[in-house]
């Protein structure tokens, strides 16, 4: 088992930043890929960005905004997200899995409990 624990989240201002953290723990073996997904009551769970065996992956809505990274030897990720839109307010998942097209597509095996940001003046 792989548990995922996001910190992080909070209200933050239009055009502000704030950045996500994503701390794993339990059977990770050589780091899963890993990633982030957000999610606005009624609608479905969208990919935001992901890190893989290949490298990096981001969703077109926050590419050049946001970036995520990864700390292997403290098996955790990093989602910073820069120029905040009120449309980037959402519940974000940190999401694992040991398949790259699990992961972007939503299908990990392996979630977060989720973290609240809300963007707004």
């Known amino acids: 088992q792989v548990q995922l624990v996001e910190s992080g989240g909070g209200l933050v201002r239009p055009g502000g930043s704030l950045s996500l953290s994503c701390a794993a723990s339990?059977?990770?073996?050589?780091?899963?890929?890993m990633g982030w997904f957000r999610q606005i009551p009624g609608k479905e769970r969208e990919f935001v960005a992901a890190?893989?065996?290949?490298?990096?992956n981001y969703a077109d809505s926050v590419q050049g905004r946001f970036r995520v990274s990864r700390d292997e030897t403290r098996n955790m990720i990093f989602l910073e997200m820069n120029d905040l839109n009120p449309e980037d307010t959402a519940v974000y998942y940190c999401?694992?899995?040991?398949?790259?097209?699990?992961?972007?597509?939503?299908?990990?095996?392996?979630w977060g409990q989720g973290t609240q940001v809300t963007v707004s003046s």
């Open positions: 999401a694992a899995d040991p398949s790259r097209n699990n992961l972007v597509s939503g299908g990990a095996t392996y």
């Open positions: 339990g059977r990770t073996g050589r780091m899963f890929p």
């Open positions: 890190v893989t065996y290949s490298g990096t």
